[in-house]
């Protein structure tokens, strides 16, 4: 199975770490947006698209690739985030992600989420929130999150 996992991670590493973790299941290699002709995205049975959330939304350069991705794309996708902060039910930027990839073509089956270290502006006077996350409990959850991916998006003989 060929999986390409798009993150863009920078902060504090928190989302590779996430990614790594869903990689060394899926067996997928992890890549910037910068560093991935869109293409090569066609021949993928399995597509990864990750951040960390700044103001309330996914990185904009992970927003500008998707924006960017031709339209008839084919194949399955997922979304994973890393944040500070739960996602308030009055800004829900995992579905804005996943209609734009949606828009393109891809089928997204699942979402995953996790708490990470947030040092944004006003945090950092305090020294930062969700110190020590993702955790090895998040890190377990974002492998078992790629475990049920594989499970499911691979076809039995």
């Known amino acids: ?3 390409i996992i798009v993150c863009k ?3 504090h590493g928190n989302t590779q770490r996430v990614a790594e973790a869903m990689s060394q299941v899926l067996g997928g290699r992890i890549v910037a947006p910068a560093d991935v002709d869109p293409a090569e995205l066609a021949g993928c049975d399995l597509v990864g698209f990750g951040s960390g959330i700044y ?3 996914f990185h ?3 927003r500008r690739f998707i924006a960017a991705l031709p339209t008839g794309l084919q194949g399955t996708a997922f979304v994973f985030r890393t ?3 739960a996602e308030p ?3 829900r930027y995992t579905t804005t992600l996943t209609r ?3 828009r393109k073509g891809f089928d997204v089956v699942d979402t995953f989420g996790c708490r990470g270290f947030d040092t944004w502006l006003p945090l950092r006077l305090v020294g930062g929130i969700r110190k020590g996350h993702p955790d090895a409990a998040d890190i377990a959850a974002a492998r078992a999150f790629a475990e049920n991916l594989l499970a499911r998006t691979t076809t039995a003989p």
């Open 100 to 102: 734009s990839i949606e």
């Open 89 to 91: 039910p009055f800004r």
């Open 9 to 11: 991670s920078v902060s």
């Open 1 to 3: 199975m060929k999986v």
């Open 60 to 62: 904009p350069e992970l």
């Open 83 to 85: 944040s500070g902060f």
């Open 55 to 57: 103001n309330m939304a």
